[in-house]
T-cell receptor, first 112, second 110 residues
Framework: SQTIHQWPATLVQPVGSPLSLECTVE??????LYWYRQAAGRGLQLLFY??????ISSEVPQNLSASRPQDRQFILSSKKLLLSDSGFYLC???????????FGSGTRLTVV | SQQGEEDPQALSIQEGENATMNCSYK?????LQWYRQNSGRGLVHLIL?????REKHSGRLRVTLDTSKKSSSLLITASRAADTASYFC??????????FGQGTELSVKP
């Protein structure tokens, strides 16, 4: 069966520090991968999506970047965090015949 | 950018009652999906309805889709306290990405 792992669960980082959030998928090949951000009490904002290794589409210009170094690995990064980067970050995947998206458990990032 | 907009933003009902949430969207879609999110957790996929379908059932869930009005509704029958969560609609517009609405916060009181 397919599983998605996202870590860490919580993170407190100072302004100006770098960020690296990792997401991996198991049990499937060539998944479409997504990074979403959720502000408190609001809907999800699509940040990046990838349909293959090295293929990244950015939805919102911002202080973040994404990379897909392996088929089932998706990384969200920042060189210098801003206070506005705080939020709940969710990784998701979908694929042929998957129906809907499967989400990871999320990372709550607080920039202080 | 937001595609789906849910209504109401918050809903409070008693256990055993039905809960209805509505979603409106703006552009053509391939399918529309509903998700549930418990506080502080990831989202769980509930049901997917394709653009050529009008109604779909899954257990106590009933989803309708009206593409002429660009709207969908999610009905939860005989609600339980464990149904307390936020519910989101999301649209897939043929380009391989899912766009979410702001969600409806459902509270079911025992």
């Amino acid at each position: 069966s397919q599983t998605i792992h996202q870590w860490p669960a919580t993170l407190v980082q100072p302004v100006g520090s770098p960020l690296s959030l990792e997401c991996t998928v198991e049990g499937t090949s060539n998944p479409n991968l997504y990074w979403y951000r959720q502000a408190a009490g609001r809907g999800l904002q699509l940040l990046f999506y990838s349909v293959g290794i090295g293929q990244i589409s950015s939805e919102v210009p911002q202080n973040l970047s994404a990379s897909r170094p392996q088929d089932r690995q998706f990384i969200l990064s920042s060189k210098k965090l801003l206070l506005s980067d705080s939020g709940f970050y969710l990784c998701a995947w979908t694929g042929l015949g998957a129906g809907g998206y499967t989400f990871g458990s999320g990372t709550r990032l607080t920039v202080v | 950018s937001q595609q789906g907009e849910e209504d109401p933003q918050a809903l409070s009902i008693q256990e055993g009652e039905n809960a209805t949430m509505n979603c409106s969207y703006k552009t053509s879609i391939n399918n529309l999906q509903w998700y549930r999110q418990n506080s502080g957790r990831g989202l769980v996929h509930l049901i997917l309805i394709r653009s050529n379908e009008r109604e779909k059932h899954s257990g106590r869930l009933r989803v309708t889709l009206d593409t002429s009005k660009k709207s969908s509704s999610l009905l939860i029958t005989a609600s339980r306290a464990a149904d307390t969560a936020s519910y989101f609609c999301a649209t897939d517009g043929f380009v391989g990405k899912l766009i979410f609405g702001q969600g409806t916060e459902l509270s079911v009181k025992p």
